[in-house]
């Protein structure tokens, strides 16, 4: 289905509501377990349509914030879908008492119930006026995201096209970059202050009323923490801080060297190499180009899944004006195609979100492909087992990366390596930081951002931000979406991070072998929690194990035989 085909049409709640009222009565009636199926279809069709009207308005939306039409559409679904929730709630209420369910588990997997228990814990009607406020702070965060417009040499920037500029060569241009960037952040503190600080006790708010002592426990239900807990999730925290954390230091010493500097300022933070980071050679349309190539020579199916994007406007990769930040992958379950979101500004950053959307697009497109019922609850994983998809994409493409970096291409396997080590200890810090927030939901907006910076400290002690004081004082979470709009969301990256770099591992010796077990995972998708696809991939349990310790010695060894000089 073609993108710019797809209508769009506001879903009515009053026919909705009776719809289903109707439809739960049937299936509460059924006596056979066609009977109960069938009727089970209708139902997640009639929602389907719900979810792809409230789905096709936000990626319209967040393709440019300033457009009116979906503006409004945006703000309705913020008003509306804790409604249609509360009366799809009611469907959740009949099929966790499936008496059917072993005869159905070929259709329905038990990830189905699994996640439903989990939504029921999540649900009272008590809170729908709450979630509505969540909502709409929410949209209001994404809003003033995308209204930067930041005026430099004679220019007016987003907050995506900065990011070149700010790890520049040019070390005076690197600077006033960044000083432009965070500027803007210092400028509109207080706006993002009051935003987060109303959600967080927002959310605090609904705990309470859900019957928990804070958002925490919330979190984790609404994440859809399966066969792990907090204990687990503080135990590898510590596991970062004790193994990764020196790794880390010991790689900025190197980097300073390259540099030739003796110590890093803040503006120093973004780049690894003294001519340069490196950037991919091409314009949008010809790196687009080029992935399809690559995933030519790769496999047929990954291929012709890219190839099927393409062809039906399924990327929407410009960075522009009143366009929101960052990057996304939206599987439109009604139409069964994926959607990918990003903002292209000249940096490696391009070539990376490609691959890491594709992953998810390939993933959700054929986990999904050709069944009779696509079940919302497992057209995507949940997050952690989703992001092994996305990040395995990005270091299985590593032996076709010189046709995008040209003259670059030991830069970026160099840093992109190193990147995946790095990034760890700031997934911790992310938890760590939400968990301590949530815990603590009466810390004023200055307490917030000192635990931030005192965190900072422990799990990224390299960073030094003498001379700006906004980040000085821990105003850095701020551009870091997910903690405001899908709280405990960033530690999913580091538990994917681990499966994927023991993927990536595999493939130094066998790529076929290494592609075969993605594909086979791609496949099942969400119809099994993170840990069963670690378990059905033959991989290694982050929690018990200590994979971690040999992906680190795995990515020093490789990292060290690339000729950066």
């Known amino acids: 289905m073609d993108f710019k085909k797809m209508e769009y049409q506001r879903p009515n709640y009053e026919s909705f509501k ?3 009222a109707k439809l739960y009565e049937e299936l509460k009636k059924a006596t056979t377990k066609n009977e109960y199926l069938t009727i089970f279809q ?7 349509e719900v979810v792809a009207m409230y789905e096709l308005a936000y990626i319209r939306y967040t393709m440019d914030t300033n457009d009116s039409f979906y503006k409004e559409e945006q703000a309705y679904f913020d008003e509306m879908i804790p409604e249609f929730d509360a009366i799809h709630h009611q ?11 072993e005869e159905l588990k070929e259709v329905i997997p038990p990830q189905f119930f699994r996640r439903v228990e989990n939504k029921m814990k999540l649900f009272d009607p008590v809170i729908i006026e709450d979630e509505k406020e969540e909502n709409r702070l929410t949209s209001q965060y994404t809003a003033l995201l995308g209204s930067a417009k930041i005026e430099f040499d004679g220019e007016t920037y987003n907050l995506a096209r900065l990011a070149k500029l700010r790890s520049s060569e040019d070390r005076d241009l690197r600077k006033r970059a960044n000083d432009a960037y965070w500027g803007f952040f210092a400028e509109h503190q207080t706006e993002f202050d009051e935003i987060y600080d109303s959600l967080v006790k927002i959310r605090d708010r609904i705990a309470k009323k859900l019957g928990f002592p804070n958002y925490v426990p919330v979190g984790y239900l609404a994440m859809d923490r399966i066969g792990y807990d907090q204990n687990d999730i503080a135990a590898l925290r510590e596991k970062i801080i004790d193994y990764v954390v020196p790794f880390v230091q010991k790689q900025e010493k190197l980097r300073l060297q390259r540099l030739g500097l003796e110590k890093a300022e803040y503006y120093d933070h973004g780049i690894s ?3 340069g980071n490196p950037t991919p050679k091409g314009t949008e349309e010809e790196l687009v180009n080029k992935a399809q190539a690559m995933y030519e020579q790769m496999d047929k199916d990954l291929s012709e899944t890219f190839k099927m994007m393409k062809e039906n406007h399924l990327f929407d990769l410009t960075a522009r004006d009143g366009k929101t930040t960052g990057g996304y992958c939206q599987f439109l379950q009604k139409w069964n195609v994926p959607f990918i979101f990003a903002n292209f500004n000249g940096t490696s950053h391009d070539v990376e979100v490609l691959t890491h959307e594709f992953g998810h697009s390939f993933q959700s497109y054929h986990s999904n492909y050709g069944k009779d019922i696509i079940i919302e609850e497992l057209a995507f994983p949940t997050t952690e087992a989703a992001e092994i998809f996305s990040i395995s994409m990005e270091y299985l493409t590593h032996p076709y990366m010189e046709e ?4 670059d291409i030991s830069k970026f396997l160099h840093k992109h390596l190193l990147d995946a080590i790095s990034f760890l200890p700031y997934g911790a ?9 949530y815990k603590n939901p009466e810390l004023t907006p200055e307490e917030r951002r000192a635990l931030w910076r005192r965190l900072e400290k422990i799990y990224q002690p390299e960073l030094d931000f003498t001379g ?4 000085e004082q821990g105003g850095k979470f701020v551009p870091q979406s997910h903690i405001y709009q899908n709280p405990f969301y960033y530690i999913d990256y580091a538990l994917a991070y681990i499966a994927a770099l023991e993927i990536w591992m595999i493939s130094l010796n066998n790529k076929e072998e290494a592609l075969d077990k993605y594909k086979h995972l791609a496949f099942i998708g969400g119809r099994k929690s993170y840990l069963e696809l670690l378990e059905e991939g033959k991989l290694h349990n982050p929690f018990t194990s200590d994979i971690l310790k040999e992906i680190m010695a795995t990515i020093e060894e490789e990292a060290n035989k690339i000729d950066i000089d």
């Open 18 to 20: 009776e719809e289903s």
């Open 42 to 48: 209708k139902i997640n069709d009639s929602w389907n």
């Open 91 to 101: 469907f959740y209420e009949i099929v966790v008492d499936c008496p059917w369910k």
């Open 273 to 275: 190499y003294k001519d």
């Open 404 to 407: 995008f970096f040209k003259e």
């Open 429 to 437: 810090l992310v938890d760590h930081f939400q968990e301590e927030v």
């Open 468 to 471: 700006m004081p906004y980040l």
